[in-house]
């Protein structure tokens, strides 16, 4: 039973390039959610999607970022632009429908040059 | 609105002795409460929750939290600690209902020595 699983592991992006990253959930689980750390910081929620379906990006910003759940495929979040400030852990976890806990992916390491 | 505060930021322990990692919530409903664990560049790990069933919750590995309302608090505890639990701990509380966004606290090193 594969965990959440996410590439790549470790991204390096000049400024101004554009970064993707995978998220593929749990078997079972419909629901993806992707948070931000910061180094020396704790993890801050960005997004949470269904299928098809955007449900809270409230702590997405405004501008460069995006997320998608395609009815086919992983989660990808798009950073379009990268800033050195986007460098981060960028973590994905999943849940299931009814579920309180999530179950997080090991992480991508994007490094902004 | 809810939110964790973890109240040390750094706790060092001799191995064998207990562990004390304090935490407290502040929340306008019944909160779900967590904690996870993050080795270094690895990703993180659930190590027990607390949904509103019994109050002392046991989790993975030898810890074990207890959920106290009259002092906001949900604090982890291990009697014995080992090498291998030197680690980051989080501090996590949910939104309202199933299927929420998380929010962190800000962590706790917690660093085992001989």
């Known amino acids: 039973n594969a965990g959440v699983m996410q590439n790549p592991r470790h991204l390096v992006r000049r400024r101004g390039q554009e970064a993707r990253l995978r998220c593929s959930p749990m078997?079972?689980?419909?629901?993806v959610y992707w948070y931000r750390q910061l180094p020396e910081e704790g993890l801050k929620f960005m997004v949470y999607?269904?299928?098809?379906?955007?449900?809270?990006e409230s702590g997405m910003p405004k501008e460069r970022f995006s997320a998608e759940f395609p009815k086919e495929g992983p989660s990808i979040l798009r950073i379009q632009q990268v800033v050195r400030g986007d460098s981060a852990a960028y973590f994905c976890?999943?849940?299931?429908?009814?579920?309180?806990?999530?179950?997080f992916g090991p992480g991508t390491r994007l490094t902004v040059t | 609105a809810q939110s964790v505060t973890q109240l040390d930021s750094h706790v060092s322990v001799s191995e064998g002795t207990p562990v004390l990692l304090r935490c407290n919530y502040s929340?306008?409903?019944?909160?779900?409460l967590f904690w996870y664990v993050q080795h270094p560049n690895k990703g993180l790990q659930l190590l027990l929750k607390?949904?509103?069933?019994?109050?002392l919750v046991k989790g993975i590995n030898g810890f074990e939290a207890e959920f106290k309302k009259s002092e906001t608090s949900f604090h982890l505890t291990k009697p014995s600690a080992h090498m291998s639990d030197a680690a980051e701990y989080f501090c996590?509380?949910?939104?309202?209902?199933?299927?929420?966004?998380?929010?962190f606290g800000t962590g706790t090193r917690l660093q085992v020595t001989l």
């Open positions: 929340s306008s409903y019944s909160p779900s």
């Open positions: 999607l269904q299928k098809e379906n955007i449900i809270d």
């Open positions: 078997k079972g689980h419909s629901h």
């Open positions: 607390y949904t509103s069933a019994a109050t």
């Open positions: 996590v509380v949910s939104g309202s209902g199933t299927a929420s966004k998380l929010t």
């Open positions: 976890a999943s849940g299931g429908r009814g579920a309180y806990e999530q179950y």
